[in-house]
């Protein structure tokens, strides 16, 4: 009984490397996650100076339950090629925050990880696309046109955060915050905007996967 068990895993295992055992899910929806510098520095050694905008973190793939699609095999070398005629976009835009990284290897890294995760897009259309992405959605002017400023000690709520994107990208759709916890408080990290497979149209992020980490209260926006 115990060898009849062994061969039928052995040969499960067989089977899945020349099957689709486990296959990514489709991509559902893209998500397009910018980071708010004056958090995110105040837990990681950032390279001064700090900007005072919005930089892109990633586009990232998800499934329809809203995890993210991650780690798929690529054909692609490391090379500077998919950053030629938007390298100066890519710098001011897509900077590594963090010290210990550099933009490049913090570019590869988002593609090795999501990026090819997605089949819409080679390498250089990907950050092509991220960066007009960018350019078309600003979570700053966003959130300052709907009063909620940064730099001060006033809170906000997520309703009244979630609103200020509805407004603009349409009714119904939905962001997603991340946060990160300081002394008791919640500081605004992060804002997913999620678009369909081509990044041409928004729509409702969804998170029947993801953690919340605002807590329940208001956020603050440092």
């Known amino acids: 009984m115990k060898s009849s068990t062994i061969f039928h895993v052995f040969l499960l295992l067989v089977l899945c490397a020349f099957t689709t055992c486990g ?3 489709p991509v559902h929806h893209l998500e397009f996650v910018q980071t708010w510098p004056n958090t995110f520095c105040q837990s990681t050694p950032c390279v001064a100076p700090i900007p005072h905008n919005f930089t892109i ?3 990232w793939p998800a499934a329809i339950d809203g995890h993210s699609l991650e780690n798929c095999k690529t054909k692609y070398k490391k090379s500077t090629t998919p950053y030629q005629g938007i390298r100066g976009d890519m710098d001011k835009y897509w900077p590594a925050l963090n010290a210990a990284k550099t933009n490049e290897n913090f ?5 090795t990880k999501h990026g090819c995760c997605q089949k819409e897009f080679q390498p250089h259309d990907y950050y092509k696309k991220a960066i007009k992405l960018k350019y078309d959605i600003s979570p ?9 400023l940064p730099g001060s000690s006033k809170t906000y709520t997520v309703n009244a955060i979630s609103q200020a994107f509805e407004n603009v990208l349409g009714i119904g759709n939905k ?3 991340t946060c990160h916890e300081k002394n008791g408080h919640f500081l605004l990290m992060e804002v997913y905007v999620c678009f369909d497979p081509k990044a041409t149209s928004p729509v409702s992020c969804t998170w029947k996967v993801k953690r919340w ?3 329940t209260g208001d956020i603050l926006f440092p």
């Open 23 to 25: 296959a990514q899910s």
């Open 57 to 59: 973190h990633g586009l």
């Open 107 to 111: 570019w590869w890294h988002e593609w």
């Open 140 to 148: 700053l002017k966003i959130l300052e046109d709907a009063k909620i």
């Open 175 to 177: 962001i997603w915050l």
């Open 213 to 215: 980490t605002c807590g």
